[in-house]
């Protein structure tokens, strides 16, 4: 049956109003992309907010905005908000020497942990005016992690061969196609014990502990928010907004500061794969870009 002339006018607007609404929610979605809340932080009392969320595997979003912050002399202070259970070691240097720069430099920054905030997290925290955690947080986990899959087996039993062909001895040391050796296992060791003296002395000059006590606490065990402050690994129990308040006092400001906080940078393009696959980004950052050594808590094998 066809449509009457009225008709078809009505089913025409209707679909330029269908694309009208899709074209402003496509500018809607630019706009909140691609802007920036810290850019338009006026004169007062501002705290700024700087989160570290999931593996610890580039610094480079976290370092950038703890320098902004720290030069922007309108941000009185900086809360790192730190629910990781860790993650790359160069990387948790790499943000531990810009809140230790930030401090050192006269700006207070106050790490507020979440849930986890263990090994590589606990790292980054150590250099802060002031560690706050709630009592059922999970952190410490003061040590390193490096794990090597062994594929030989299951290789052999489908039939298949690897050829290595290389120019030193060590160069393929920790490879997945073959059995450990033992000159090999003593060199990864002697380079786990070198990061792990560095975790080590980061601890000991932060919370002022002796050799002793810091060997002891360093085992690789994890410790309850209301267990680290009693061990002295951590400087007080309170939530997140304790932090906030926590942080406030240490800049001199007397009333609720004003929070700062980016939004996450994502084109329109990025939010729109995002709805699609879901937590893809989350899943490739966990499993395909680890680095071979991590100040990391290891996964429970909860079945």
Do not use: C
């Amino acid at each position: 049956m066809a449509l009457s002339r009225s008709g078809k006018w009505a089913l025409g607007i209707l679909g330029v109003l269908f694309i009208l609404f899709i074209f402003f929610w496509v500018l809607i979605l630019v706009f909140l992309s691609t802007t920036d809340d810290s850019m338009r932080i006026g004169r007062g009392n501002n705290v700024a907010v700087v989160e570290i969320d999931g593996i610890i595997v580039d610094a480079g979003n976290v370092v950038r905005q703890i320098k902004k912050y720290r030069d922007n002399r309108n941000v009185n202070a900086i809360l790192l908000r730190v629910d990781s259970p860790g993650g790359g070691v160069a990387a948790s240097q790499e943000i531990y020497e810009e809140v230790k720069k930030t401090v050192e430099n006269g700006k207070p920054v106050v790490v507020s942990m979440g849930a986890v905030a263990a090994s590589g997290g606990y790292y980054v925290s150590l250099p802060a005016s002031s560690i706050v955690a709630n009592p059922g947080t999970i952190t410490g986990s003061i040590g390193v992690i490096s794990q090597f899959f062994h594929l030989d087996e299951l290789f052999d039993k489908v039939g298949v061969d690897v050829t290595i062909i290389k120019s030193g001895r060590y160069k393929d040391a920790g490879s997945m196609y073959r059995d450990m050796e033992e000159f090999e296992r003593a060199y990864w060791q002697e380079l786990m014990d070198d990061v792990y003296l560095q975790f080590i002395s980061a601890v000991a000059e932060a919370r002022n502990f002796d050799i002793d006590k810091t060997l002891e606490l360093a085992e690789g065990k994890i410790y309850t928010g209301r267990q680290a402050y009693e061990l002295g690994l951590i400087d007080t129990l309170g939530t997140y907004e304790d932090a906030v308040r926590i942080a406030a006092a240490l800049s001199g400001i007397d009333d609720d500061p004003d929070i700062i906080k980016e939004r996450p940078r994502r084109t329109f393009w990025d939010s729109f794969f995002l709805s699609v696959l879901g937590n893809y980004s989350d899943i490739k950052e966990k499993y395909l870009h680890l680095p071979a050594v991590q100040y990391r808590m290891p996964e429970p094998n909860i079945k």
